[in-house]
């Protein structure tokens, strides 16, 4: 496709309940990043794809959330057991090889935990 | 370590009236800066970047950054601000031997008719 996407737009999940966040990249891109982005704040990194290999979880909150790319496109966030302090919302970002460029973002799912 | 901080929560102007939207960052090399805006229910959109060269970038939309090395500054400009220029603005850095975006809280941007 022409831009990231992501899916789903919203989620709705009971606390306790495992939910996954895909999102597909721009065709070709390398580099693929999730941030987190609770309400009123700026985007904050959870993690980073070259390929298929996870080069920084450094930002993941807990053991509770997992990344993956098994193919070097796709990637999923999934989240076990969420927590009310979870709901957020998640970005994508994609970027083709190089230092210097600029990331791309997708429009984002916001999961709220009830 | 590298930050970004955006001052003002809320910036109000006038349309017709220049805009001026604060940004000031610390990183612990030479840095790599951009300006964000984010529309309602979508996504971070690209305004412009500063990688080297000239301090004044120009990007997407009328809009303008200077970078300032002396004051760690990156403000976005511009000339006469439109009332559909209302919306949530991010300032982000990295360091240039890294790879992760720092952002900003955001600045939200309304300009009135």
């Known amino acids: 496709g022409a831009g990231v996407s992501q899916s789903p737009r919203y989620k709705v999940a009971k606390r306790g309940q495992d939910v996954a966040l895909r999102c597909d990249p721009i065709s070709g891109h390398v580099s693929l990043f999730w941030y987190q982005q609770a309400l009123g704040q700026g985007p904050e990194f959870l993690t980073y794809f070259q390929n298929e290999a996870q080069l920084d979880k450094s930002g993941l909150p807990s053991d509770r959330f997992f990344a993956e790319r098994p193919e070097g496109s796709v990637s999923t966030l999934k989240i076990q057991r969420t927590q009310q302090e979870d709901s957020a919302v998640y970005l994508c970002a994609s970027a083709p090889r190089g230092d210097t460029g600029e990331l791309f973002f997708g429009e984002g799912s916001r999961l709220t935990v009830l | 370590a590298q930050s970004v901080a955006q001052p003002e929560d809320q910036v109000n102007v006038a349309e017709g009236n220049p805009l001026t939207v604060k940004c000031t960052y610390s990183v612990s090399g030479n840095p790599y800066l951009f300006w964000y805006v984010q529309y309602p229910n979508r996504g971070l959109q690209f305004l412009l970047k500063?990688?080297?060269?000239?301090?004044l970038v120009k990007g997407s939309y009328g809009f303008e950054a200077e970078f300032n090395k002396s004051q760690t500054s990156f403000h976005l400009k511009k000339p006469s601000a439109l009332v559909s220029d209302s919306a949530l603005y991010f300032c982000?850095?990295?360091?240039?031997?890294?790879?992760?975006?720092?952002f900003g809280a955001g600045t939200t941007v309304t300009v009135r008719a």
């Open positions: 982000a850095v990295r360091d240039i031997n890294d790879y992760k975006l720092s």
């Open positions: 500063y990688i080297t060269g000239d301090n």
